[in-house]
């Protein structure tokens, strides 16, 4: 028990998470004290090990994501899948001519999922709090509008040469879009639809843990925070690219890519949603 | 008054009880708290000031209800109360 507990007070950092992880196993030992059958004891232990499991998910609801923030999540999730919907459908329609629209066919698929990064440059606007009380509009407009010459200037020149042989080692991975083998990518595309949310998610969460420091502070922390992302993912692709990786390989390294970025993004969600280690204030006087 | 339901619970427990250990309010929750969440909870009363506690036996902590806990359930109880006048009126 006192091994488990060294373990736990590593992985909850905050003093209060802390408090409750010595409480249930104080409650346990004294439990495991009391019991004076076999099976008392082992009922100890389960009941022991049901109350980790209550205060794990009580810690993680409670701790590193409060229940405003999620929502935040949702309605921007929301908002990038429409919005993904609509541009793969325009996708689909756009290559209408080199396949049926059902099943998709792997170059409507890829495509669809580059549309991916135009929520991309949304949720980059949504890490500064477009839409939420703290964002000003002058300066949140003139970031969209970067935004939008930068992708303007990609969807011109830079992804049509990106997508060729894109395009090409996509069909050799996924050369029949049949169901069982669709669901693979399909999960890929599901989560790539969740960079938006994430980085809304990671800028309201930055932005709160600068809550004492001025607006311009916040928001170029939230800036940063969410383009420290994208440098990783250019990065990888880069460093990918010069390893000559190419083919299903290549695919199946972008996938990899992917999830490194959605993991080191929520990593950081939960490091900025913590709370600060203040002191518990007093009580109030009667 | 935002009061949660484990929240209501746990003062009402502890103003009708008295002073308990965490594990006995689950006890004597007849199963609306449960083992191990209800320190999450007690620790984020005890950051409003609803709830205060003090080092207790074997490792364990004793906590009581401060005035304002006692303040916000009275408001709550009061609150719901009103609610439930309001909703019969209009049914």
């Given at each position: 028990v006192s091994a488990a507990a060294s373990w736990l007070s590593l992985l909850v950092p905050d003093p209060r998470g802390q408090r409750a992880v010595e409480e249930t196993l104080a409650d346990w030992r004294e439990e495991v004290g009391r019991a004076q059958t076999v099976g008392e004891r082992v009922q100890a232990h389960a009941h022991g090990l049901r109350s980790f499991a209550y205060l794990a998910s009580g810690l993680l609801w409670d701790q590193s994501i409060s229940a405003d923030l999620w929502r935040t999540f949702v309605r921007t999730l929301a908002i990038t899948v429409g919005l993904a919907c609509v541009l793969g459908v325009v996708m689909v329609w756009m290559v209408?001519?080199?396949?049926?629209?059902?099943?998709?066919?792997a170059s409507a698929y890829v495509l669809a999922m580059m549309s991916g990064f135009v929520p991309g440059i949304f949720g980059l606007v949504g890490s500064m709090g477009a839409g939420s009380s703290d964002a000003r509009p002058g300066p949140v407009a003139a970031v969209a509008g970067l935004f939008f010459v930068w992708s303007a200037v990609m969807t011109s020149w830079i992804l049509p040469a990106m997508a060729a042989p894109f395009l090409h080692e996509a069909a050799g991975a996924y050369p029949t879009i049949a169901v069982p083998r669709y669901v693979a990518p399909l999960i890929v595309h599901v989560a790539s639809l969740t960079f938006a949310s994430t980085y809304y998610l990671l800028g309201a969460t930055i932005r709160r843990r600068f809550a004492t420091r001025g607006w311009r502070t916040r928001q170029t922390w939230a800036l940063m925070g969410a383009l420290a992302i994208v440098a990783l993912g250019i990065g990888a692709r880069l460093a990918l690219a010069s390893a000559g990786i190419s083919g299903p390989d290549r695919m199946a390294w972008l996938d990899r890519i992917m999830w490194l970025q959605l993991t080191v993004a929520w990593a950081m969600i939960v490091w900025f949603a913590r709370p600060k280690a203040e002191p518990i204030p007093a009580p109030l006087e009667t | 008054v935002r009061l949660p339901n484990s929240e209501r619970v746990i003062l009402q427990l502890l103003i009708g009880k008295g002073p308990c250990y965490g594990l006995e309010l689950v006890d004597a929750s007849r199963g609306v708290l449960k083992r191990g969440g209800v320190y999450v909870t007690l620790g984020r009363m005890e950051e409003k000031g609803m709830v205060t506690s003090a080092a207790g036996e074997r490792g364990r902590r004793l906590y009581r209800p401060t005035a304002l806990g006692e303040r916000a359930l009275a408001a709550a109880l009061v609150f719901s109360g009103q609610l439930k006048v309001k909703m019969g009126a209009v049914s």
């Open positions: 209408g001519g080199d396949g049926a629209f059902g099943p998709f066919t | -």
